[in-house]
T-cell receptor, first 117, second 113 residues
Framework: DAGVIQSPRHEVTEMGQEVTLRCKPISGHNSLFWYRQTMMRGLELLIYFNNNVPIDDSGMPEDRFSAKMPNASFSTLKIQPSEPRDSAVYFC???????????????FGDGTRLSIL | KNQVEQSPQSLIILEGKNCTLQCNYTVSPFSNLRWYKQDTGRGPVSLTIMTFSENTKSNGRYTATLDADTKQSSLHITASQLSDSASYICVVKGQGGYNKLIFGAGTRLAVHP
């Protein structure tokens, strides 16, 4: 079975450029999460979607970050304009969250390693 | 404040030896506790999920324990292999709301031949 698919795996770009990260969740999952991982802060939740609707975006650092989920099989995380401090590994994860079942694991993609020069 | 703390920060063991990683949390109320393994350059992979009523769960050579009274968990690795070299992350979910998880900083394990 295909897991969570993220693209690109690596992105190097100059400060000020727009960056778009992409995610295809596991089919049948109704929840999607974007995380950022750095050595200093570990894994941080950026935004959570349930049934394609953003539920919690309190982790989005600032207005330069935006995320969309136009359908159940695709999501994007966009940074515009990018800054060197945005350099990190960005993970997408998906899971199934039911009304009576909150014990399903989140399945992570292999991440996008982003470097802003 | 809801927190998850892991120890040690890093650990080196020889192949074939056992080891135990610790996790203390202050998340309350508590729903479940998860252990994830993260290989270098890869995303975290779930090893175990334990609810309040479970105090031990195994996944092959990995055994997790949970004491919900003292808010402590451990991950025991038996007969370590080189492929066990990874970061191990303890993650706690509180009750209510959606599936928001609180992550520990992880323990970096290196298994040497």
């Amino acid at each position: 079975d295909a897991g969570v698919i993220q693209s690109p795996r690596h992105e190097v770009t100059e400060m000020g450029q727009e960056v778009t990260l992409r995610c295809k969740p596991i089919s049948g999952h109704n929840s999607l999460f974007w995380y950022r991982q750095t050595m200093m802060r570990g894994l941080e939740l950026l935004i959570y979607f349930n049934n394609n609707v953003p539920i919690d975006d309190s982790g989005m650092p600032e207005d330069r970050f935006s995320a969309k989920m136009p359908n159940a099989s695709f999501s994007t995380l966009k940074i515009q304009p990018s800054e060197p401090r945005d350099s990190a590994v960005y993970f997408c994860a998906s899971s199934y969250v039911g009304l009576r079942d909150s014990n399903q694991p989140q399945h992570f993609g292999d991440g996008t390693r982003l470097s802003i020069l | 404040k809801n927190q998850v703390e892991q120890s040690p920060q890093s650990l080196i063991i020889l192949e074939g030896k056992n080891c135990t990683l610790q996790c203390n949390y202050t998340v309350s109320p508590f729903s479940n506790l998860r252990w994830y393994k993260q290989d270098t350059g890869r995303g975290p992979v779930s090893l175990t999920i334990m609810t309040f009523s479970e105090n031990t769960k195994s996944n092959g050579r990995y055994t997790a324990t949970l004491d919900a009274d003292t808010k402590q968990s451990s991950l025991h690795i038996t007969a370590s292999q080189l492929s066990d070299s990874a970061s191990y992350i303890c993650v706690v979910k509180g009750q209510g709301g959606y599936n928001k998880l609180i992550f520990g900083a992880g323990t970096r394990l290196a298994v040497h031949p």
